[in-house]
């Protein structure tokens, strides 16, 4: 699934949520639903000035709070209204979901090694990580299909599910999608429309000197 081959110039730009209090405690969210710190709001705040500067023509989010909440920052700047999504949840993480990394790794070590590795894991019994991509990566191309040529969409979503969609989207194989780094807290990736399908043009843009805190990680 690399997209359109028409090569229409359009832009995918994925965005992560701001902070959360489970980010600070490396507890895994999945698709719990958690809210913003006040970090986490002014995070998106900044970052919205950065992303409207982009003139994005449409923004899609996911229904849980904490990225509808970095969403709603930048549509209150741009005047856009928002499309929320149920497919663009973080991955259901089951038993791992609020435990902290130390527990997951205590716990379900080998299943966290196998992960690690690339191996195809339904972590806590939840969704495979092609799971994900399957749901998520068919609304990211449905709003993409209908922009304007040179157009771009902003889709604001979660560690994990940005990961695995952008690596749906290039046409990697699941298991080097863990060569994809984690995108820190309202930090972004660009995929841009070539005439051979979807490039990376930008990784964890807008990063500042604070690690990857999350899911993802």
Same mark, same amino acid.
Do not use: M, Y
């Given at each position: 699934m690399n997209g359109s081959s028409s /090569? @229409? /110039?359009r832009r995918i730009v994925l965005w992560r949520h701001g902070q959360t209090a489970w980010n600070l405690e490396r507890r895994f969210q999945g698709s719990m639903d958690i809210e913003l710190t006040e970090t986490g709001v002014g995070q998106a705040h900044r970052a919205a000035r950065l992303l409207a500067s982009l003139k994005p023509d449409a923004i899609v989010a996911s229904d849980l709070r904490r990225a509808a909440a970095t969403a709603a920052e930048l549509a209150a700047i741009t005047g856009l209204d928002i499309t929320h999504d149920a497919g663009l949840r973080e991955t259901y993480a089951g038993a791992w979901q609020g435990l902290t990394h130390e527990e997951i790794?205590? @716990?379900y070590d080998a299943q966290y090694a196998a992960w690690k590795r690339g191996e195809p894991v339904r972590r806590g019994g939840g969704e495979l990580e092609t799971e994900v991509?399957? @749901?998520a990566a068919p609304v990211v191309l449905d709003h993409a299909d209908k922009?304007?040529?040179g157009g771009t969409l902003v889709v604001v979503s979660h560690g994990g599910t940005i990961r695995t969609t952008i690596g749906r989207l290039l046409g990697l194989e699941a298991r080097h999608w863990e060569g994809l780094g984690g995108l820190s807290n *309202? *930090?972004?990736s660009v995929l841009g429309e070539g005439a051979r399908g979807w @490039? %990376? %043009?930008e990784h964890n843009a807008g990063t500042l000197p604070e690690p990857v805190l999350g899911d993802d990680a």
């Open positions: /090569g @229409r /110039g790794i205590e @716990r991509a399957d @749901r922009l304007p040529d *309202c *930090c972004w @490039r %990376l %043009l």
